[in-house]
């Protein structure tokens, strides 16, 4: 099949993966747990905080199918957090540690719009990361990037070609510079996407897509393998 036509739902039903556990172990400080789980919460990752005599302290693994497969310090992990939360709006970037870019393909259920918004932030924040590229996000509706304008406001005034598709429920905002793309397909008006083409790098290409299989209910995955992010972006230019 050539890639140019792999829709996007064809694209979610080749993504299988094992859920994660991201473990803590003998942390010494619990003071920023929020914080942590608020990062992780939108990997849609199992999380635990043990005492582990075997594991040095301050040390966050990441483990599938009971397997430990990444190891990072704590504090890498809580900097990168905070990056992450305050990212564009503070000009703040910072590299991901191991057990981050561990997390290659992640499945989800039963995402909320708040949930989607929460997990866009991700492949957003890699972009800001990133400097350069092109970053391709559709929110069905084009009215939907109302919900976090200061994300896209910063984006643009980076070297990150922005582009945005959705359903024209509204004039594209004045104040944020950005491609916009009005689509009345229905399969853009059923799907969620962000994706992150690395700026020619596939060791920093990055996707989330979602499908709305309910009223306000998202099933999808997000992943690095670059041939998915290819192919979610060459089917841009059929939507």
């Known amino acids: ?83 992450w939360e305050e990212s564009m709006a503070v000009g703040l970037r910072a590299d991901p540690p191991a057990v981050v870019t561990g997390l290659r393909d992640n499945y989800f259920e039963s995402y909320d719009k708040q949930r989607m918004i929460m997990a866009s932030r991700t492949v957003e924040f890699r972009a800001w990361n990133g400097g350069e590229g092109e970053l391709h996000a559709g929110f069905q509706q084009l009215s939907k990037i109302d919900h976090q304008p200061e994300v896209y406001r910063d984006l643009a005034t980076s070297d990150v070609d922005v582009h945005v598709y959705g359903e024209p429920d509204r004039r594209p905002r004045p104040d944020v510079d950005l491609t916009t793309h009005a689509s009345t397909d229905a399969e853009a008006r059923r799907h969620w996407w962000v994706a992150y083409d690395g700026a020619g790098d596939d060791e920093e290409k990055l996707v989330l897509l979602a499908q709305e299989r309910g009223p306000n209910r998202f099933y999808g995955f997000w992943t690095e393998r670059p041939p998915i992010v290819d192919d979610v972006i060459a089917r841009m230019d059929h939507l």
């Open 1 to 83: 099949m050539n890639v140019s036509t792999v829709s996007l739902s064809d694209c979610i039903e080749r993504i299988e993966t094992d859920r994660k556990t991201v473990r803590f172990c003998n942390v010494s400080d619990r003071s920023n747990d929020d914080a942590l789980e608020a990062f992780f919460e939108p990997h849609d990752v199992d999380l635990e905080f043990v005492d582990a005599p075997d594991r040095p302290a301050d040390v966050v693994d990441l483990l599938a199918d009971g397997r430990r497969i990444e190891s990072s310090p704590l504090a890498a992990v809580r900097r990168y957090a905070r990056a």
